[in-house]
């Protein structure tokens, strides 16, 4: 699913059950500006305000919606996700990931040999084999 930063916490916040006037009160937000982050009218905030966020969704550092949040939100702000930048061998494979993709518009099926090319290859190098 391709879903936005402000998409995805709103999606949490009303699967808890919260409306939006009282996940404003948990995180000390004014609900006018909080909306318009739902809304995607403003960038997803940074990773000390997000802490925020997603304490106010009881969700912990390890969560899968955590994870997904913190990716959403980088890529929100312009930025590589760190889980990306922290892996080594999948961070040296984005210099061709960035070529390939200068080259021109892809088409859904050569994205998807670019994402197989890199898969591989990171399992290739998890291996211990390239």
Same mark, same amino acid.
């Given at each position: 699913?391709?879903?936005?930063?402000?998409?995805?916490?709103? $999606?949490?916040?009303?699967?808890?059950?919260?409306?939006?006037?009282?996940?404003? %009160?948990?995180?000390?937000? &004014?609900?006018?500006?909080?909306?318009?982050?739902? $809304?995607?009218?403003?960038?997803?905030?940074?990773?000390?305000?997000?802490?925020?966020?997603?304490?106010? %969704?009881?969700?912990?550092?390890?969560?899968?919606?955590?994870?997904?949040?913190?990716? %959403?939100?980088?890529?929100?702000?312009?930025?590589?996700?760190?889980?990306?930048?922290? &892996?080594? $061998?999948?961070?040296?494979?984005?210099? %061709?990931?960035?070529?390939?993709?200068?080259?021109?518009?892809?088409?859904?099926?050569?994205?998807?040999? /670019? /994402?197989?090319?890199?898969?591989?290859?990171?399992?290739?190098?998890?291996?211990?084999? /390239?």
């Amino acid at each position: 699913m391709d879903e936005t930063f402000g998409a995805a916490l709103k $999606r949490l916040r009303l699967e808890r059950g919260m409306s939006l006037r009282e996940f404003c %009160l948990r995180i000390a937000a &004014d609900p006018s500006n909080y909306s318009k982050l739902e $809304r995607g009218l403003l960038n997803p905030p940074p990773s000390e305000r997000l802490a925020d966020f997603l304490q106010a %969704l009881e969700l912990t550092s390890t969560c899968e919606d955590t994870r997904e949040l913190e990716r %959403l939100a980088a890529i929100g702000r312009g930025q590589i996700p760190g889980s990306i930048l922290s &892996d080594e $061998r999948l961070a040296g494979k984005l210099p %061709l990931f960035f070529r390939t993709l200068e080259n021109g518009p892809l088409t859904d099926e050569k994205m998807q040999e /670019v /994402v197989d090319t890199l898969r591989e290859a990171w399992i290739s190098d998890s291996a211990g084999t /390239v």
